[in-house]
């Protein structure tokens, strides 16, 4: 079975500070990927940074790094200096290189005060 | 280059009634996938349709909801005799093609579905 645990259902943060989301998955595929993704209140999913799992390097896009532990099975995301804009839903979801879906989390609720 | 197009944004539909959502994937995308988001939580998969075929339907609920993926025109979700438990936002997502890891999924803005 395939799980994604997001344990900070809110987070705050303040601006111009970096803030780490943790995310923690399960899965018995060897060969998977993942993502996280930003919901703003206006509701579209904006992709942000992807992992593959044989990947040995940390993602990095921008301002957003993946940090990567495989044995541990965790993938938190890290958003460095901290912008308003940031406010949002953040998720973390995987896919198994031999599925079709994504698995999402419940999400984490990021709010940048000024 | 347009993205992901998703209509209408929001739906109010009596109990009862029929809600068709619609999905336009993005150009040279041929496969999709619906997704509904309860208030307060995250993604669900729905359904996984290719062109003209319903690949995997493994998270659509057994009675009122239907998923056609026509070879012209967008992918169509079909709620049938909508329950207000039905409200909740739809999203689309369409992918170039699976089994490659770093093809994440491009997200239509969704359709936020209220019966009333």
């Known amino acids: 079975a395939q799980k994604i645990t997001q344990t900070q259902p809110g987070m705050f943060v303040q601006e111009k500070e970096a803030v780490t989301l943790d995310c923690t998955y399960d899965?018995?595929?060897?060969?998977?990927?993942l993502f996280w993704y930003k919901q703003p209140s206006s509701g579209e999913m904006i992709f942000l940074i992807y992992?593959?799992?044989?990947?040995?390097q940390n993602a990095t896009e921008g301002r957003y790094s993946l940090n990567f532990q495989k044995a541990r099975k965790s993938a938190n995301l890290v958003i460095s200096a901290s912008q308003l804009g940031d406010s949002a839903m953040y998720f973390c979801?995987?896919?198994?290189?031999?599925?079709?879906?994504?698995?999402f989390g419940t999400g984490t609720s990021l709010t940048v005060i000024p | 280059n347009a993205g992901v197009m998703q209509n209408p944004r929001h739906l109010v539909r009596r109990r009862g009634q029929e809600a068709r959502l619609r999905c336009s994937p993005m150009k040279g995308h041929s496969h999709v996938y619906w997704y509904r988001q309860l208030p307060e939580e995250g993604l669900k998969f729905m359904v996984y349709l290719q062109k003209e075929n319903i690949i995997d339907e493994s998270g659509m609920p057994k009675e009122r909801f239907s998923a056609e993926f026509p070879k012209e025109g967008p992918s169509i979700l079909r709620i049938q005799q909508v329950v207000r438990g039905d409200s909740a936002a739809y999203f689309c997502?369409?992918?170039?093609?699976?089994?490659?890891?770093?093809?994440?999924?491009?997200f239509g803005q969704g359709t936020r579905l209220t019966v009333v």
């Open positions: 997502a369409s992918s170039p093609r699976t089994g490659y890891l770093n093809t994440e999924a491009f």
């Open positions: 899965t018995s595929d060897q060969s998977y990927g």
């Open positions: 979801a995987m896919r198994p290189y031999t599925g079709n879906q994504f698995y």
């Open positions: 992992q593959g799992s044989y990947d040995e």
